[in-house]
């Protein structure tokens, strides 16, 4: 299992990647909105993983809830595999509670899953699969 990528929730994405781009000395391509999530995603690449900007594009959406309660910063790690569907049952048979049962539609055309951070030392985990 590699790390796919870093999630940070994000109030403004424009001043999050004017920030961040300079320290890794990189360049995020556009943003694209995940409706799925209600949040506008732009991808920045840190050696081999990328840091995940996401800013809400709705007050009701889970990063929008996230900022309300925490404030900007680290948001959840996010797993490559070779199948969502897979890894979600099995943390489910090893009893961890889910935000996915089945996987979702994410950024850039690939399938998602989330793990709720109760079943991992408070930390939200995504599954990610895709080319």
Do not use: W, Y
Not at 101 to 109: C, D, F
């Amino acid at each position: 299992m590699e790390i796919d990528h870093l999630g940070i929730a994000v109030e403004r994405l424009d001043a999050a990647l004017a920030a961040f781009e300079p320290v890794v000395g990189g360049k995020a391509p556009p943003p694209e909105v995940v409706e799925s999530q209600g949040v506008r995603v732009a991808f920045l690449a840190v050696g081999g993983t990328h840091l995940e900007f996401l800013e809400p594009v709705r007050p009701d959406s889970a990063v929008a809830r996230f900022l309300a309660k925490r404030g900007e910063g680290l948001h959840h790690l996010a797993f490559h595999v070779p199948s969502v569907a897979d890894a979600l049952a099995g943390a489910a048979a090893r009893g961890a509670r889910l935000i996915d049962v089945q996987p979702r539609p994410g950024a850039r055309g690939r399938r998602v899953g989330f793990v709720h951070p109760s079943a991992l030392n408070g930390v939200l985990v995504e599954f990610v699969e895709g080319p």
